[in-house]
């Protein structure tokens, strides 16, 4: 495992606490100095997420960190996620090829959270764990989104400015992504990757599902506990 | 003065409360049933402009509004707008060509937000009245950051939805923006636009300059009071 040196260019992660952008701060900290970005959005298992935000960012021993809110989302609804009357676990619509589960746009949001950052902090990079080859089919995972993204950027900052969103994950399987992480020594018993649960991961919604999918095809142990598999 | 009918297409229209969103919404209106969208986000003026925004809507009869706050905006900071430490009135910094009151890239939240509300409650477009010719040099006020957004919408949401960012200001000039309220009857007496006061407009700030020239030069009367012009 490398160490950050005090002259390595500042990067922002956005660590939800998930597998993913676990994964990513790892990769993230080989060339870059931290500085880690967290948003609650009304999900269902926000605190469960800053529990492991927090976890995550004392392990790696990063104090530049920002807590933010994004309240709106929720009020704003349509998705399973943030809504306690939707079914979470087997959530998609059968008119529509994305999952109830997609927040709408809501990639923009933490990505805009974090530019406005990466501006005032001096960050050259802004890292995100976006998945598209293996993940749910969501229109803000994907490659297109990002360069798109990238192109907002260079015409909405600063001239003077420079920042790059980079998706290092963005291209890999869930096998890859548990890989990496193993490879990495990424602190993975401290992430949470549960749609539904606070407690012990239910092992049964799309996203416990996909993780515990990648496990076996590493043919590795997840580090957390499950309630059913 | 044209009235909406149940059959248009819903818009959302991002309403500051300042002359430029309120003349954005008088435009709208015509061809557009309304949703009103505000956003908080720490700025000095915040409780004024909210004040503002809830007259033009009742003004207009419009039912549904959001009215959201960014909060995080004014943690992460970097701007006159947000940090009472610093000079809103001749807010430029030597070494740059961007006012010290931009927001970092204040209006990709703004533009976030209306989208996943647009997306929710199936608007078809989003109006924001950002003026690129007449106005400080933002650089997210500018006519290729929201074709850059517009390219960013189109990948980013579901396959389904389709949105456009509309920007009817964007090459006016104040003098114009003045003379096209003043033809819609917008009602500009319910705007405010000064940077730093929340009583009586301060007539010194770039946003009270930029206002008080446009009216000057449309040879009309600003119905709103000033401490100093």
């Not at 005090?6 to 990067?11: E, V």
């Not at 900290?29 to 529990?51: D, F, K, M, N």
């Not at 990238?150 to 420079?162: A, S, Y």
Request: aromatic share 6%.
């Amino acid at each position: 495992m490398s160490s950050p040196s005090p002259g390595d260019p500042l990067a922002i992660v956005l660590l939800s606490g998930g597998m993913d952008s676990c994964v990513t701060a790892a990769l993230a900290r080989r060339t870059c100095t931290l500085a880690l970005l967290h948003v609650s959005y009304g999900q269902r298992t926000e605190e469960r997420e800053l529990h492991s935000f927090r976890e995550i960012a004392r392990h790696y021993g990063v104090e530049r960190r920002l807590e933010a809110r994004l309240d709106h989302l929720k009020v704003i609804g349509g998705s399973a996620l943030t809504d306690a009357s939707r079914d979470a676990v087997s959530a998609r619509r059968p008119d529509s090829s994305i999952p109830d589960t997609y927040v709408p746009f809501r990639n923009t949001h933490l990505l805009a959270m974090a530019v406005s950052w990466a501006e005032v902090i001096g960050a050259r990079s802004v890292y995100i764990g976006a998945v598209q080859e293996d993940s749910s089919g969501y229109p803000d995972c994907r490659e297109e989104y990002y360069e798109a993204f990238n192109c907002l950027l260079r015409v909405g900052t600063r001239p003077e400015t420079r920042i790059d969103v980079v998706t290092p994950l963005i291209h890999m399987s869930k096998e890859q992504i548990v890989r990496e992480g193993l490879r990495l020594d990424a602190p993975l018993h401290l992430t949470w990757s549960c749609y539904t649960e606070q407690e012990i991961a239910c092992g049964r919604c799309e996203s416990c599902r996909l993780r515990l999918n990648g496990f076996r095809a590493a043919r590795a142990a997840d580090p957390i506990p499950y309630r059913a598999t």
